[in-house]
Structures are given as structure tokens and as C-alpha cells.
């Protein structure tokens, strides 16, 4: 089955800097990409999502890049703020009828002021 | 507030006994999925149903069940608890089950005692 890594675990940067999250998977037939944003006690919710048609994707302040070639795909948040703070996650899904949603561990991000 | 309601937020047991997640998706989802919050082991993928049927399966022990209902509502039953079951478990619909946005629901906190 699909497998997804996730690093760092943790990341702190100062407010303003970038973040950068790393995601690699193993299942070749994935092809659907998506990275979703957990506050502490709440809810994970999507921010981004990619296919595996398009290698780059950006909404605002976040984007999303997918090398299909090296099975990674990356989240960068520009001019972080303190509300960005969050769990981030990465996921990946062969799609079709088989359809399971492999999510990363996470990366715990702190955005310091 | 993802329109996906899940009952109860918290349920403390004990071990060897048997609980039912309740879960009600947004109006319109055909597709239910459970997943399972725990600290070392991030969001882990249970179980999908789509329009009544179960059509994907992840790492669920054999004492674990669930079900959706003709209302599209779907209940995971955990038997013979054991502490480490403890955990967050979430219920998340979309609309077909294919490689689309997953919307969350606040989660079922279950400690195992």
C-alpha cells in the first residue's frame, strides 16, 4: 500500500520567513495530492490541493509543487504569520475505485512573532 | 463549522467494552471515511463507505466494525477495547468519494481506561 513520509516534524521560524514541508510517497499510481492544516483541538482542513497533471499550484501566501519523477511534493507558505500556526498534513491517493487517502505524520509548525 | 456532525465528543470506557462513533455527513455527501488520531501515528485511514457500500479499507483490526445507513449516516463500532484504542477518532464525507476535498468532523475523543 501507499506509503508517505513527512519532514521535518517540527519547524519554527521567525514571522515573515517561508516554511517549506517535504512529502515523498512510494505508490506510483497516486494522484492526488492534497495538504491539510489542523489548529490545536480542531479539525483538520484542506488548504491546497494538487494532481498529478499540474507540477505547480499556488492559492495567495501558499503553494504546492509536485515532482511525479522522484514521488515528492512539497508545501511552501511565504510571509508566514502567527496564525499559521498549525499541524500541517500531507496525503496521497491512487484514486480510481480504490480510493484511501495516505496521510503523513505531520509537521508541527510555529510561527514566532 | 464543515457540516459534518459527530456524536459524542467524548466517551470514556473502560477496557474489554464495546462503544458506537456516531457520524451524520454534510447534506448531499454520498461518501463517509473514519480515520484515527494518534500522537505517534499521525492520521491513520480506517475505513470508506460510498452510497451504503464499503469501498475502501485501511489498517482496521478485526475488532472494529462499521456501517452506513440507507440516511447515509455511518457508525463505527469498536469491541473488546484495549488502552490502546485511546484516541481521536474523526469521521470526514465528501460529496463522491473520488480524490476531492474531505470534510472533517470535530471528533469522538475516546479514552480507554
Known amino acids: 500500500g501507499e506509503n508517505v513520509e513527512q519532514h521535518p516534524s517540527t519547524l519554527s521560524v521567525q514571522e515573515g520567513d517561508s516554511a517549506v514541508i517535504k512529502c515523498t510517497y512510494s505508490?506510483?499510481?497516486?494522484?492526488?495530492f492534497p495538504w491539510y492544516k489542523q489548529e490545536l483541538g480542531k479539525r483538520p482542513q484542506l488548504i491546497i490541493d494538487?494532481?498529478?497533471?499540474?507540477g505547480e499550484k499556488k492559492d495567495q501566501r501558499i503553494a504546492v509543487t509536485l515532482n511525479k519523477t522522484a514521488k515528492h511534493f512539497s508545501l511552501h507558505i511565504t510571509e508566514t504569520q502567527p496564525e499559521d500556526s498549525a499541524v500541517y498534513f500531507c496525503a496521497a491517493s491512487p484514486g480510481g475505485s480504490n480510493y484511501k487517502l495516505t496521510f503523513g505524520k505531520g509537521t508541527l509548525l510555529t510561527v514566532n512573532p | 463549522d464543515s457540516g459534518v456532525t459527530q456524536t459524542p465528543k467524548h466517551l470514556i470506557t473502560a477496557t474489554g467494552q464495546r462503544v458506537t462513533l456516531r457520524c451524520s455527513p454534510r447534506s448531499g455527501d454520498l461518501s463517509v471515511y473514519w480515520y484515527q488520531q494518534s500522537l505517534d501515528q499521525g492520521l491513520q485511514f480506517l475505513i470508506q463507505y460510498y452510497n451504503g457500500e464499503e469501498r475502501a479499507k485501511g489498517n482496521i483490526l478485526e475488532r472494529f466494525s462499521a456501517q452506513q445507513f440507507p440516511d447515509l449516516h455511518s457508525e463505527l463500532n469498536l469491541s473488546s477495547l484495549e488502552l490502546g484504542d485511546s484516541a481521536l477518532y474523526f469521521c470526514?464525507?465528501?460529496?463522491?468519494?473520488?480524490?476531492?476535498?474531505?470534510?472533517f468532523g470535530s471528533g469522538t475523543q475516546l479514552s480507554v481506561l
Open positions: 505508490d506510483s499510481a497516486s494522484n492526488y
Open positions: 470526514a464525507s465528501s460529496p463522491r468519494g473520488v480524490n476531492e476535498k474531505l470534510f
Open positions: 494538487i494532481r498529478s497533471n499540474v
